[in-house]
């Protein structure tokens, strides 16, 4: 079925990389997107990849791509105190439909 | 400024009310969605629209109703509230060119006793 998987909790020291890990189900999903949810507000759209990309760069953040496996990750550089948050992956289902699944959050606590 | 808004941003009632709750957008997007989100859940959608008088079931549609009688308003409509659609609500929007990146309004709690 429609599914994207993410881990609940993750936890690194100011500084150090994070790295946010999502697999999907849509192999056909022609844009993957991360979204950074902070406390008490919406989503805010981080940063998205097309599918016939491998990997894209913006500053701090490096989303990669593996279609073979429906895998997707984020790694943040240098994470601050201010990137503490719920990061969300999400795909847009393309079979036939035009939803959107969403994982189910990964709570980043970053310590200083 | 581009925004999506929502109200009420905090609600409590009781079973069996009928509420709305309502988003606009001032994007002039065709696409407009509505989330729940629960803990461990993440967000499930519950309707979307593709364009005015143009709805679909997303995932979660049981208990709730929408219209698409304009493009920039996209009510949720309760008809018969009930406990476990105690959640956190998100209405967002997107132009189905370019990415289809969603933007999302700032969020209903709601809560039925």
């Known amino acids: 079925g429609e599914d994207v998987e993410q881990s609940l909790f993750l936890s690194v020291r100011e500084g150090d990389s994070s790295v946010i890990n999502c697999t999907y189900t849509d192999s056909s999903s022609t844009y993957l997107y991360w979204y950074k949810q902070e406390p008490g507000a919406g989503l805010q759209l981080l940063t998205y990849i097309f599918s016939n990309m491998d990997m894209k760069q913006d500053q701090r953040l490096t989303v990669l791509l593996n279609k073979k496996d429906k895998h997707l990750s984020l790694r943040i550089a240098d994470t601050q105190t201010g990137d503490s948050a719920i990061y969300f992956c999400a795909e847009r289902f393309t079979s036939g439909t035009y939803k959107y699944i969403f994982g189910t959050g990964t709570r980043l606590k970053v310590l200083a | 400024e581009a925004q999506v808004t929502q109200n009420p941003r905090y609600l409590i009632t009781v079973t069996g009310k009928k509420l709305t709750v309502t988003c606009s957008q001032n994007m002039n997007h065709e696409y407009m969605s509505w989330y729940r989100q629960d803990p461990g859940l993440g967000l499930r959608q519950i309707y979307y629209s593709m364009n005015v008088e143009v709805t679909d079931k997303g995932d979660v549609p049981e208990g709730y109703k929408v219209s698409r009688k304009e493009k920039r308003n996209f009510p949720l409509i309760l008809e018969s509230p009930s406990p476990n659609q105690t959640s956190l609500y998100f209405c967002?929007?997107?132009?189905?060119?370019?990415?289809?990146?969603?933007?999302f309004g700032p969020g209903t709690r709601l809560t039925v006793l």
């Open positions: 967002a929007t997107a132009s189905p060119q370019g990415t289809d990146t969603q933007y």
